[in-house]
Antibody, heavy 120, light 109 residues
């Protein structure tokens, strides 16, 4: 069974940093591109970042470019999101999502999410 | 940047057919994916590549895409279908930007 479990969320002050993790199991993690998608309270879904299976290709939404860094450790079946210079508008539930092999940017499995709150 | 437009809400009686639209410039040339999200839960993929269904998704869920509008159709709507639905595409014209629609709240009357 495919499982994605996020961790690392919490309360952080504006300008602070946080590192999110996503532990994957039930599939060959190293064969899949992975993504972070966020959802502000009461709002819609927003794509944040994508990383290819071997980390060769990395992309960011304009809203986080230069502040967030996506990475992965295939030996540990883990995905990460380093978030720096956090702003109030980064407050959201952050989901990690697996990208289907057969379809670009189609997210076939999602974690349950971890809440990040940026507030003084 | 590419914009996807969804109606904020759609209401339908049980047993009827719900149609949720997703508008975008020449969206018919892109692959559209649809997600269902119930309160407090993660999104679930219900249709991908315009009209394909993942395993485990009922045949009542179907999709189409042409011109400037993609449509998610839910036949024989059940109370359990009440949820938010999001369309999504990959905007190949930009730097790998993934775009979601604003979401549609489906209410089963």
């Amino acid at each position: 069974e495919v499982q994605l479990v996020e961790s690392g969320g919490g309360l952080v002050k504006p300008g602070g940093s946080l590192r999110l993790s996503c532990a994957a199991s039930g599939f060959t993690f190293s064969s899949y591109s992975m993504n972070w998608v966020r959802q502000a309270p009461g709002k819609g879904l927003e794509w944040v970042s994508s990383i290819s299976s071997s980390s060769s290709y990395i992309y960011y939404a304009d809203s986080v470019k230069g502040r967030f860094t996506i990475s992965r450790d295939n030996a540990k079946n883990s995905l990460y999101l380093q978030m720096n210079s956090l702003r109030a508008e980064d407050t959201a539930v952050y989901y990690c999502a697996r990208e289907a092999v057969s379809s670009t940017s189609c997210y076939d499995y999602w974690g349950q999410g971890t809440l990040v709150t940026v507030s003084s | 940047s590419y914009v996807l437009t969804q109606p904020p809400s759609v209401s339908v009686a049980p047993g009827q057919t719900a149609r949720i639209t997703c508008g975008g410039n020449n969206i018919g040339s892109k692959s559209v994916h649809w997600y269902q999200q119930k309160p407090g839960q993660a999104p679930v993929l219900v249709v991908y590549d315009d009209s394909d269904r993942p395993s485990g998704i009922p045949e009542r869920f179907s999709g189409s895409n042409s011109g400037n509008t993609a449509t998610l159709t839910i036949s024989r709507v059940e109370a359990g279908d009440e949820a938010d639905y999001y369309c999504q595409v990959w905007d190949s014209s930009s730097d790998h930007h993934v775009v979601f629609g604003g979401g549609t709240k489906l209410t089963v009357l």
